[in-house]
């Protein structure tokens, strides 16, 4: 019987690539991207205002009419852009020395046990290590220990700058990463024809290395714009001020899809936004 | 170029003070663990053990423990299938519209988890699914796809073609082919995309948090439940240290076997 099936399938290549697409297609277009037509849809279906129920197909603007009369959508999509962009810059900033340290002054073996070093924090928990910057970050955890005998207080759960430093601090690898190997494919020849030319060492990253790191840094910079703007978790356990996300999982639980779906509107259009910058930086190649 | 010494002396500082920040929070959180007081401050009173017994005997950390081992369990080898199945496809045939497929595939870690877990809601909701453990299955399932896909997909491009091509001269149908050559050369692919794809389901909250009904509690949404509580039970510094081993764990060892996609995180 196996035999048989087999034979035919040998015959007809089309239909073996077709069997061997149906199940992983089929999957990711039926749950996937039928949710995320479902959940655009959901934008412009309109509530019943007694009930609170949703009432699919029957088509309105209300829940753009919502958001855009209200200036705290705004303001909280301008503040998780803002956070994610300054987020990305500061790992962009760390990241730079850490990789230049990897791949050109680190020895081999000591190159090999930081790339683990950095890699393997990735896979340690999420929610596991907010929680740990949640007891160091408290009133009375590390930092503020660390900094009574100055005179200081910790910073508590309220600051919105936590939530900065706390995105930091988990995205770091993914700009440390493709600035690594951004780095390792520069020339050696071509810098030494730069300090041959008279270029001292800080020209020569200025005009040499880091117009070749661009791809690097903008393919790093997905990772670290997109996780942080579309988090929910770090904003709500280390501050009080909400994000997107927030807003989208706050309306989620009661029962208002049509805000959640419209508001979810803003990260995937900026995403998109951010993707195709991203793209004509050369990220792509990078990835 | 060469770095003045300063230069060399200051980026290696850095550095050093950058794995510092990276792993000071992973040590503090290893610390209390061990912590004698109940209450949360630095410095920790005194060592104890006692959060571990304590932790073992709570039947709510107890099913969420199970409920996520099931989960994890079952995602990844639907993934597994899913991944395997669309690796093979797209790396031993070409054909029309190949490259927007692919994309398609990574589409669900490219989009925000957000608007991942909005959607997967707001759909089983709307045709009437109960959340519960199987909605967390579908979720991540179509997150884990891409892991155990971009795994074998880097396996299938290094292994060569000859030994299929001999066994299909040597009268060999193609399920023979596979069962005896592919197959064997994807294992070690199989094993680390599947460790991998286990690790990031058994840490998954954002997603989680969306498909999860109210009586299906996974080790990471019973911990974010904790956290949002004013007062915290001691054991949540155990569960959290549970969790680090439990998803740093598989990653070592898919590591150690040769995984290809392990730098990306997974997500």
């Not at chain 1, 680190?106 to 930081?114: D, F, G, I, Q, W």
């Not at chain 1, 408290?138 to 936590?162: D, V, Y």
Request: aromatic residues 12%.
């Amino acid at each position: 019987m196996i035999r048989r099936i087999t034979g035919w399938f040998n015959r007809h290549p089309r239909a073996t690539l077709g069997a061997l697409l149906a199940g992983p297609l089929g999957w990711i277009s039926v749950v996937y991207l039928g949710s995320l037509l479902i959940l655009l849809m959901h934008a412009f279906w309109s509530k019943d205002s007694f009930t609170g129920k949703v009432e699919p197909f029957n088509w309105t603007l209300d829940a753009f009419v919502q958001i855009f009369s209200n200036p705290v959508y705004f303001t909280i999509a301008a503040r998780t852009i803002g956070i994610a962009l300054l987020v990305t810059i500061s790992a962009a900033a760390i990241a730079l020395p850490v990789a230049y340290y990897m791949a050109r002054i680190a020895s081999p073996r000591k190159r090999a046990l930081l790339l683990v070093a950095v890699t393997m924090p990735l896979w340690a928990s999420y929610l596991v290590k907010i929680y740990a910057w949640r007891t160091i970050l408290q009133t009375n955890g590390l930092l503020g220990w660390a900094i009574s005998p100055f005179g200081l207080e910790g910073p508590g759960l309220t600051e919105i700058a936590n939530s900065w430093l706390v995105l930091t601090y988990l995205w770091l690898p993914y700009m440390i990463l493709p600035v690594y190997a951004g780095l390792e494919r520069i020339p050696n020849s071509l810098l030494e024809a730069s300090a041959d030319l008279g270029g001292r060492g800080w020209i020569t990253f200025r005009r040499v290395i880091f117009p070749q790191l661009i791809p690097a840094l903008a393919a790093g910079s997905i990772f670290t714009f997109s996780l942080s703007i579309g988090d929910y978790i770090v904003p709500d356990l280390v501050s009080d001020a909400k994000f997107i996300g927030n807003v989208i999982y706050d309306n989620s639980a009661l029962g208002s899809f049509p805000v959640a779906a419209a508001f979810s509107f803003v990260p995937i259009v900026v995403m998109i936004g951010y993707l195709l910058f991203a793209r004509r930086l050369g990220a792509f190649e990078s990835l | 170029m060469v770095e003045s010494p300063l230069v060399r002396a200051a980026l290696r500082i850095f550095t050093g003070a950058v794995m510092v920040f990276i792993y000071l929070p992973l040590v503090i959180l290893a610390v209390y663990a061990f912590n004698a007081s109940p209450l949360g401050g630095w410095p920790p009173s005194g060592f104890t053990l006692d959060w571990f017994g304590e932790a073992a005997g709570s039947p709510a950390i107890r099913d969420a423990l199970a409920n996520s081992l099931t989960v994890a369990t079952i995602s990844t080898l639907l993934a597994l299938i899913l991944g395997t199945l669309a690796a093979l496809a797209m790396q031993r045939y070409s054909f029309f519209g190949k490259n927007s497929i692919s994309f398609l595939f990574v589409l669900p870690i490219a989009l925000p988890g957000v608007v991942t877990g909005i959607s997967l809601q707001s759909s089983f909701k709307l045709f009437g699914i109960d959340l519960g453990l199987h909605t967390i299955v579908i979720a991540h399932a179509t997150f884990c796809v891409v892991v155990a896909y971009n795994n074998v997909v880097a396996r299938l491009r290094r292994l060569p073609r000859s030994p299929e091509e001999a066994s299909a001269d040597l009268g060999a149908d193609s399920w023979m082919t596979f069962r005896r050559i592919t197959l064997p050369g994807m294992r070690t692919a199989l094993l680390s995309g599947g460790l991998l794809a286990f690790a990031l389901s058994f840490d998954e909250v954002i997603v989680t948090l969306f498909a999860a009904g109210p009586g299906a509690r996974t080790l990471p949404i019973w911990v974010f439940s904790e956290l949002q509580r004013s007062y915290q039970l001691p054991v949540v510094n155990v569960v959290a240290l549970l969790l680090v081993l439990v998803s740093v764990i598989p990653v070592w060892i898919a590591q150690r076997i040769g995984g290809g996609e392990i730098a990306r995180g997974g997500r």
